[in-house]
């Protein structure tokens, strides 16, 4: 069993950054990802790690996150610059796929952290 928290998110302005956390316990070297959903919207994939450590981004995202995992300290980060108003979602970790959208794909999963970024 994994057990997944986020922290990190928050209000910021365009143009600021935010660093998303995620916290594993019980943890094995899994393909992670970061996804994200707006109320009312279908689930985001953002970016995502393999547990051979390649690393995906979406095209809405690229060149501004950036995605790193500490295996020893068992947590995936995200680090968002350049934040932009659409960017506005719970962020969620989740373990299983490194390129999926689909909640199906993914076995374990975090409460979620809000993102909002005002224009």
């Known amino acids: 069993q994994v057990h997944l928290v986020e922290s990190g998110g928050g209000s910021v302005q365009s143009g600021g950054s935010l660093r998303l956390s995620c916290k594993a316990s019980?943890?094995?070297?899994?393909?992670m990802s970061w996804v994200r959903q707006v109320p009312g919207k279908g689930l985001e994939w953002v970016s995502g790690?393999?547990?051979?450590?390649?690393?995906y981004y979406a095209d809405a995202v690229k060149g501004r996150f950036t995605i790193s995992r500490d295996n020893a300290a068992s947590t995936l980060v995200l680090q968002m610059n350049s934040l932009k108003p659409e960017d506005t979602a719970m962020y969620y970790c989740?373990?299983?796929?490194?390129?999926?959208?689909?909640?199906?794909?993914?076995?374990?999963w975090g409460r979620g952290t809000q993102v909002t970024v005002s224009s």
């Open positions: 989740a373990a299983g796929s490194s390129r999926s959208g689909s909640r199906d794909d993914y076995q374990y």
């Open positions: 790690i393999s547990n051979r450590d390649e690393i």
């Open positions: 019980g943890y094995s070297v899994y393909c």
